[in-house]
């Protein structure tokens, strides 16, 4: 019977340090001859088993059985003999298209995108190409759609990865893109459309571009090009294979420090950054604040969900935000169906029952999305792994970890109850008492401990991601340790470094409660003070820098995903949320996001005119070079005025409501400018100079939110 082909593509490549004798002999076998039909194309490490004779181009070479591609390419050494026909000839019949490779990139600093593996004629003609652009693999694929250079759209695969190697499988399929990292799914895209009718006879080198000028360097030690699509359990099994694991991957590291150019170790002109300091983590000139790619970062933020991920417009969602300044987002793990878009994490069987062994692919999906697309546009990811209103109340009748809804255990084996009608502020609920030093409940920690490693088998990928391991818990410290460690160490068994903390419930930041976070710097790199935001005023401020003081002997980031206060809802008004927004700000906070509807801004009118503000602000003044100096503000009412500066150069001064304010420049010396921005439309105001040497009266140019840069 002739198969019937749907229009897909399939890209599987390996990437990082694998040494191609490891290839030879763990991945090439079961790697390109595991599948039930096998390539049409095949070159294999030391040439054991070539489909087609290459030559090389330039100064490519093979040595230790990889082609080392720097400066040169590798072409069909016998064209009429070759798999360029008969490629183009099968995979335009078919509509599909599976690459597989073994690879080592030398450099993230290569661009064009340098041509990896590509099937093209020149630099603007092609049928599909496998490039790098920098730090990000790509993917060029020709349809009548996309057009004959395959960029229309050019689509970005994953993060290149650095320091291990990494199996990755990309599939297009009914107008459908997946991309899978490590056998996991990490992007679903729907941005490439149409066949592949409009492929023409082109040319399949390795390396460069038919004509040139896009040269790669780095080493192939295996190809393989297939006719045909690979599924889902082909790709896992192909990984399982493959002999790339998370062990493998760390224990390569020393290989790889050989082979690392001058952008891999981020070597500057003054300073030198091992790999681990370009993901988010404390700055190293200021810990109170954050570093991203080794730059200081002020993290702003203002989103409609907490599960953001699973929200069905969430690039859209990510664009505008984008688009506003902002760069941080809050990712609850959670599933609870508020809107009716959101699905659980495990598999739904035939009867109803879901079973906590096997997985929704489509909740994964999302989250996967989620963080491609973050860190495409730069925006840090702060996830909370639990939301204790997920397990109580009306959320937990319906719930894959209640009994009555799995296949896996019963009432009794779980300890669970039907029903958990409380509040879960008052931490009734035993899923939060399941850790060995509490409850040791092995039968439910085992399906927590299958959740968090498979978030994690997502999220290690990335250097854009924070954890907290729960939204404003009330339960026991035990339980926080337990995520926090188990976390670091999944992370360290990878070789890399995470930033963790906890939530806690009370509003009154001097509670004794948070000093299980503030008296444990080791344990918890940051702290989430967002309770905070349930007061207002004077004692908002006031409680806040009395956090700062108490971890001033080990200062951290201490961040706010949670800005209170909308009108209508039951935490505060608009006002009330633009003030705490605000004094965070200037009050040093590393991170302030404005909190979804109803119970905050979202990404509305008013956040997105503050965060604009605010960025304004920065353009001025860096936030993390100020610090906060009430003593200048003269004559100061209760929340009158609030000033962050570095005295004599530079201050930062926001009026909640107008007014006017005594600033003290006795000290300073010379004239400064002030610039006033209006909050309300996130825009410039009016702009005066003042003299230093006495205090100095300032006025806002009107009433409402103002904020003042001073230099």
């Not at 150019?261 to 109170?288: F, L, V």
């Not at 080794?294 to 984008?322: C, R, W, Y």
């Not at 003081?549 to 980031?557: D, G, I, L, M, T």
């Not at 930062?652 to 006795?666: E, K, M, N, V």
């Amino acid at each position: 019977m002739k198969r019937q082909y749907s229009r897909s593509i399939s890209v599987l490549f390996f990437l990082g340090v694998a040494t191609c004798n490891m290839a030879s002999s763990a991945l090439l076998g079961p790697l390109f001859f595991g599948a039930s039909q096998g390539p049409l194309f095949i070159w294999a490490s030391q040439g054991q088993q070539s489909s087609h004779p290459l030559k090389h181009r330039g100064a490519a070479h093979i040595t230790d059985g990889a082609m080392h591609l720097a400066n040169g390419a590798f072409i069909q050494a016998i064209y009429d003999a070759g798999a360029d026909a008969p490629l183009f000839k099968a995979c335009k019949a078919s509509g599909e298209l599976t690459m597989e490779v073994v690879l080592c990139s030398d450099r993230m600093d290569q661009k064009g995108p340098a041509r990896i593996v590509t099937f093209s004629n020149d630099a603007s003609r092609r049928n599909f190409t496998l490039g790098q652009d920098l730090d990000k693999l790509i993917l060029r694929l020709r349809t009548p759609e996309t057009g004959p250079n395959g960029v229309n759209p050019q689509l970005t695969l994953c993060q290149t990865p650095t320091l291990r190697a990494s199996h990755v499988v990309v599939t297009y399929g009914q107008n459908t893109t997946h991309c899978y990292l490590n056998g996991v799914r990490i992007l679903t895209s729907h941005r490439i459309q149409g066949d592949f009718s409009n492929w023409e006879p082109s040319h399949l080198l390795f390396g460069d571009e038919w004509t040139g000028e896009r040269d790669w360097d780095g080493s192939l030690c295996g190809v393989a090009i297939y006719p045909r699509t690979l599924t889902e359990s082909e790709v896992k099994s192909l990984f399982k294979k493959s002999g790339v694991s998370h062990r493998g991957q760390a224990a390569l590291k020393v290989k790889e420090k050989r082979r690392r150019s001058p952008m891999e170790q981020n070597i500057r002109k003054d300073d030198k950054m091992s790999a681990d300091e370009t993901g988010i983590q404390p700055y190293a000139a200021n810990p109170s604040y954050w570093q991203y790619k080794g730059k200081p970062v002020l993290l702003l933020g203002a989103s409609k969900d907490d599960n953001l991920f699973q929200i069905p417009d969430l690039e859209t969602h990510l664009d505008d935000m984008k688009a506003a300044g902002a760069n941080v987002i809050r990712n609850t793990m959670s599933d609870r169906k508020d809107y009716g878009f959101e699905v659980y994490p495990f598999l739904q069987l035939p009867n109803g029952k879901y079973d906590l062994e096997q997985w929704n692919e489509e909740y994964w999906t999302r989250f996967s999305n989620m963080l491609q697309w973050t860190h495409d546009r730069e925006i840090i990811v702060q996830i909370e792994v639990w939301d204790r209103f997920d397990y109580t109340q009306s959320r937990w009748p319906p719930h894959p970890y209640n009994p009555a809804n799995n296949v896996n255990y019963s009432y009794e084996e779980s300890g669970f109850a039907p029903e958990y009608p409380d509040h879960p502020g008052r931490n009734r609920q035993p899923f939060f008492f399941t850790t060995p030093k509490q409850r040791n409940n092995t039968v439910v920690l085992r399906f927590q401990n299958r959740f968090v490693d498979k978030m994690l088998s997502h999220t290690l990928n990335y250097d854009h991601v924070l954890y907290c391991m729960d939204n404003e818990t009330s339960a026991e410290e035990a339980w926080a340790v337990y995520w926090s460690e188990t976390i670091r160490q999944r992370a360290a068994e990878r070789g890399q470094r995470v930033c963790v903390t906890e939530m806690w419930d009370d509003w009154n930041l001097r509670a004794d409660r948070h000093k299980r976070t503030l008296d444990h710097p080791k344990r918890y790199d940051f702290a989430d003070v967002s309770q905070n935001n349930q007061k207002k005023g004077q004692e908002h401020w006031d409680n806040f820098q009395w956090v700062r003081s108490y971890v001033s002997a080990h200062p951290r980031p201490l961040n706010t995903t949670k800005t209170y206060g909308a009108d209508g809802g039951k935490f505060g008004d608009n006002n009330d949320a633009l003030e705490r927004w605000w004094r965070h700000i200037i009050g040093g906070a590393a991170s302030a996001r404005f909190h979804r509807p109803s119970s905050g801004l979202g990404l509305s009118k008013l956040s997105i005119a503050s965060v604009k503000a605010a960025r304004k602000l920065e353009s001025l003044i860096k936030l993390w070079e100020v610090e906060p100096m009430q003593g200048l503000l003269l004559d100061r009412k209760d929340n009158q005025a609030f000033l962050a500066a570095k005295e004599g150069d530079a201050y930062a001064l926001y009026l909640p409501d107008g007014g006017s304010i005594r600033l003290d420049l006795t000290d300073a010396e010379g004239s400064f400018t002030v610039r006033w921005i209006d909050i309300s439309s996130g825009e410039w105001s009016e702009k005066k100079d003042i003299q230093a040497g006495a205090p100095v009266t300032l006025i806002a140019p009107g009433r409402g939110h103002w904020v003042a840069a001073i230099l």
